[in-house]
């Protein structure tokens, strides 16, 4: 089975621009959650989808937004992009259930923004 | 609010000697916890996981971790590290009622040294 897949691995952007992100999941999987990694604050959750909706969201402000598709495959956008924004965005999917909660994690796209 | 401490920021092991990488959440209600590992330039992957039942719980890779309600811990283990073990290692807890929401600490890194 297929692992989840990000595209693209590596963006250079300028401030003031926007990103679109994509994420693939693993085949079956109806979940897909959001996460930021930088060196300074770690891994912060930005919001996870299920189903097309918006069930959690963290603490982050409008310019990150997210959507679903009906194949379950997700996107993020981030608008007028700020310095801040350089990190590597993962996304994982998963499948409630059984094996409730465990997370399957992409390769990430890493973003510089400049 | 939930919250993840990872009492180590750098682990140095010799080779073939035990590591123990320490853990300890808060949380209000019942939680799951997980170890992931991010090897350089790579997503995370899930070494471990409690959801319910045994306090002990095994791994891949030789890994294992306790699970003690008393003191919020989840320590993780491994009897025996290997050079290929060095790696940023994250604990993570899931609120029970949260849906696919990780929350992170800031990972431990564990350098095996020859």
């Known amino acids: 089975k297929a692992g989840v897949t990000q595209t693209p691995r590596y963006l250079i952007k300028t401030r003031g621009q926007q990103v679109t992100l994509s994420c693939s999941p693993i085949?079956?999987?109806?979940?897909v959650s959001w996460y930021q990694q930088t060196p300074g604050q770690g891994l912060q959750f930005l919001f996870e989808y299920f189903s097309e909706t918006q069930r959690n969201k963290g603490n982050f402000p409008g310019r990150f937004s997210g959507r679903q598709f009906s194949n379950s495959r997700s996107e993020m956008n981030v608008s007028t992009l700020e310095l801040g924004d350089s990190a590597l965005y993962l996304c994982?999917?998963?499948?409630?259930?059984?094996?409730?909660?465990?997370?399957?994690f992409g390769p990430g796209t890493r973003l510089t923004v400049t | 609010a939930q919250s993840v401490t990872q009492l180590d920021s750098q682990v140095p092991v010799f080779e073939e000697a035990p590591v123990e990488l320490r853990c300890n959440y808060s949380?209000?209600?019942?939680?799951?916890l997980f170890w992931y590992v991010q090897y350089p330039n790579q997503g995370l992957q899930l070494l471990l996981k409690y959801l319910s039942g045994s306090t002990l719980v095994k791994g891949i890779n030789g890994f294992e971790a306790e699970f003690n309600k008393s003191q919020t811990s989840f320590h993780l283990r491994k009897p025996s590290v290997h050079i290929s073990d060095t790696a940023e290692y994250f604990c993570?807890?899931?609120?029970?009622?949260?849906?696919?929401?990780?929350?992170f600490g800031q990972g431990t890194e564990l350098s095996v040294k020859p």
């Open positions: 994982a999917s998963s499948s409630p259930g059984q094996e409730a909660y465990e997370q399957y």
């Open positions: 993570a807890v899931s609120p029970g009622n949260q849906g696919g929401k990780l929350i």
């Open positions: 085949s079956g999987h109806r979940s």
């Open positions: 949380s209000s209600v019942s939680v799951y």
